[in-house]
């Protein structure tokens, strides 16, 4: 998987093509296990295998961001077709876009249980952060991770104080947030991570405990991470969108079926060195759905629009998704 720096980037952007026709998909990811669907599309060809039983030949391009603010950037530039980030970009690309480019979600990549993780015995709760606390997550006020931190904070202190803790935090990926947090002795104190990258800090560092669960701000089990792509892309590749979606839901049914097959699937892919059995574990927990049908993802949005961070109001999930026969039970 092609990875790019900041300048390139932005280089990209400035040069990028636009989306050919039928036959070609290029699709951002981020870091963590939550893209396990995209690594079995990838590890099994299950795009270019729906594509053929279409009829259609799909050369698949991928690329890895952090953040969703970078995502939507190289989304709403053509850089890419296929976005992978949290509820809170899409949604903020959704409102941005309506009318124009009308960006909407695909699929949803599963429900997973996100931690708000801290180092400081004093962080109970967080009624407990104060200045002296430095919160890592993927993107300032965009990422699912701010949002929910946005709710989770509005729920305590209303509506008016939604942004109240966004003074503590600060943009850094995944990856680099988790080494800090497990080494210690850096002004990162906490991280409002993913998997695996919550667990390794549970597990390598001593005073990392969980300050906050995502489940327990949104009501319960609800999709974090999803796919998105302009409404141009979906109607001017309608075979390759299908194949796409097709695939998702093999690599959805992959996992379920076969957790072992999945975790080494990760592993290979992402190149990444965490332990086996982490990755078993996480996939294992019953917290966790692998499924392409986005889950409770509405109350975000109402909250978003609530207070002001997004202009247009959603009747309901619908109005954000495409409609597909794979999501079709949706939330």
Sequence with gaps: M????????????????????????RIAEQFGVVY????????????????????????????????????NDALLSGAIDIAGAGVGPLLTIWDRTNGRQNVKGVASLGSFPYYLVSTNPKVKSITDLTEKDRIALPAVTVSVQSRI????????????????????????PHPDAA????????????HFGNPPFQEQELAGNPNAHIVLNSYDVLGGPSSATVLYATEKFRNENPKTYRAFTAALAEAAQYVAKNPEGAADTYLRISKSKVDRELILKI?????????????????LAQFLYRVGAIKKQPASWRDYFFEDPVIVHGS
Excluded at 37 to 58: F, M, P, S, T, Y
Excluded at 286 to 292: G, L
């Design 2 to 25: 092609f990875k790019l720096t900041a300048a390139t980037l932005a280089l990209s952007f400035a040069f990028a093509a636009p989306a050919y026709a039928e036959g070609r998909i």
């Design 36 to 71: 396990l669907l995209l690594n079995v599309a990838q590890d099994q060809q299950l795009i270019e295998k729906q594509g053929k039983k279409l009829g259609v030949d799909i050369t698949v391009e991928r690329l890895q961001l952090s953040g969703g603010s970078a995502v």
């Design 149 to 172: 931190l946005q709710y989770a904070a509005a729920k305590q202190w209303g509506d008016k104080e939604f942004a109240r803790l966004d003074k503590f935090t600060q943009t850094l």
């Design 179 to 190: 080494a800090a947090v497990i080494a210690g002795g850096t002004e990162i104190n906490g």
């Design 283 to 299: 996939i294992k927990n019953p917290q966790v759905n692998f499924s392409v049908a986005p889950q409770n993802t509405y109350g």
